[in-house]
T-cell receptor, first 109, second 112 residues
Framework: GQNIDQPTEMTATEGAIVQINCTYQ??????LFWYQQHAGEAPTFLSY??LDGLEEKGRFSSFLSRSKGYSYLLLKELQMKDSASYLC??????????WGAGTKLIIKP | DAGITQSPRHKVTETGTPVTLRCHQT?????MYWYRQDPGHGLRLIHY???????DKGEVSDGYSVSRSKTEDFLLTLESATSSQTSVYFC???????????FGSGTRLTVV
């Protein structure tokens, strides 16, 4: 079966760095997405990885290892506004997105 | 999000009644999707469309139907609402099948 696993909740301190891990099992693989979702709002696109390695976008970076079925989202210089859920999603061979349940990130001052 | 709107934003309905949710886009994107989001679950695909009058089922399609008569509109109908269909429904659009999705603001549906 297809599955995306990510931690349910994480806590970090303002100004620190946090890494949110995601492991995936999909039928075929056409890339991995990360989305951010603030409470009561729609998910918004953060990153897309299809090749192994690290993609950096300002304070956010995303890493992919296809051989390990593993990705992580790295958030640096955490700000209070980064408190949100972070959704990992794998694109399978039929170009269908398989979604994880999301990681709720709590930022403390 | 600019370019995609959902209506209504909130709805309370009674068990057994039909309900239609609307998704409207101004981006001229080919792909449109309906998801539901429930606590403890990832987004689950209900139905999707890859063009006018071209639709297909997702993983949780039972009890739902869709229609797409124009590029810009994608309607989701709950034929006879049940309490298990209480959820937040998101519409999403995509230019291509391996592009990032843009989501609408969601519809919170309560079936009593």
């Amino acid at each position: 079966g297809q599955n995306i696993d990510q931690p349910t909740e994480m806590t970090a301190t303002e100004g620190a760095i946090v890494q949110i891990n995601c492991t995936y099992q999909t039928s075929g693989f056409n890339g991995l997405f990360w989305y951010q979702q603030h409470a009561g709002e729609a998910p918004t696109f953060l990153s897309y990885n299809v090749l192994d390695g690290l993609e950096e976008k300002g304070r956010f970076s995303s890493f992919l290892s296809r051989s390990k079925g593993y990705s992580y989202l790295l958030l640096k210089e955490l700000q209070m506004k980064d408190s949100a859920s972070y959704l990992c999603a794998g694109l399978d061979s039929n170009y269908q997105l398989i979604w994880g349940a999301g990681t709720k990130l709590i930022i403390k001052p | 999000d600019a370019g995609i709107t959902q209506s209504p934003r909130h709805k309370v309905t009674e068990t057994g009644t039909p309900v239609t949710l609307r998704c409207h886009q101004t981006e001229n994107h080919r792909y449109m999707y309906w998801y539901r989001q429930d606590p403890g679950h990832g987004l689950r695909l209900i139905h999707y469309s890859y063009g006018v009058k071209d639709t297909d089922k997702g993983e949780v399609s039972d009890g739902y139907s869709v229609s797409r008569s124009k590029t810009e509109d994608f309607l989701l109908t709950l034929e006879s609402a049940t309490s298990s269909q209480t959820s937040v429904y998101f519409c999403a659009i995509s230019e291509n099948d391996n592009y990032g999705y843009t989501f609408g603001s969601g519809t919170r549906l309560t079936v009593v």
